[in-house]
Nanobody, 123 residues
Framework: VQLQASGGGFVQAGGSLRLSCVDS????????VGWFRQAPGKEREFVAS????????SLADPVKGRFTISRDKSKSTVYLQMNSLKPEDTAVYYC?????????????????WGKGTLVTVSS
């Protein structure tokens, strides 16, 4: 598994971004994938996860109703659609692949991590 996150950038509050997580080796299709973020001076926190077959999406409370997670197995890609962005969403976003088909918010469940992509939301 080799993950690459992209799609970050600078956006005004209320705007949208779509992050992509690609597995260049196309080997994570049987694994759950999660998104985490780390804001400056804060600990890394769970954002969302999705099971191997695209079911059982899980979202952290701060992003429910604004973010959605999905995956396209034909492209070995997981997406994080972020709408109604807030300044508090500013962080480096990381995608990670679990060893199991289903996973949740525990970062210890994720084995492979990509380099992050920076999201900056201005007020």
């Amino acid at each position: 598994v080799q993950l690459q996150a992209s799609g970050g950038g600078f956006v005004q509050a209320g705007g949208s971004l779509r992050l992509s997580c690609v597995d260049s080796r196309r080997t994570f299709n049987n694994n759950a994938v999660g998104w985490f973020r780390q804001a400056p001076g804060k600990e890394r926190e769970f954002v969302a996860s999705i099971s191997w077959n695209g079911g059982q999406p899980s979202l952290a409370d701060p992003v429910k109703g604004r973010f959605t997670i999905s995956r396209d197995k034909s492209k070995s890609t997981v997406y994080l659609q972020m709408n109604s962005l807030k300044p508090e969403d500013t962080a480096v976003y990381y995608c990670a692949s679990a060893l199991s088909s289903y996973s949740g918010p525990n970062s210890a469940s994720y084995r492979y991590w990509g380099k992050g992509t920076l999201v900056t939301v201005s007020s």
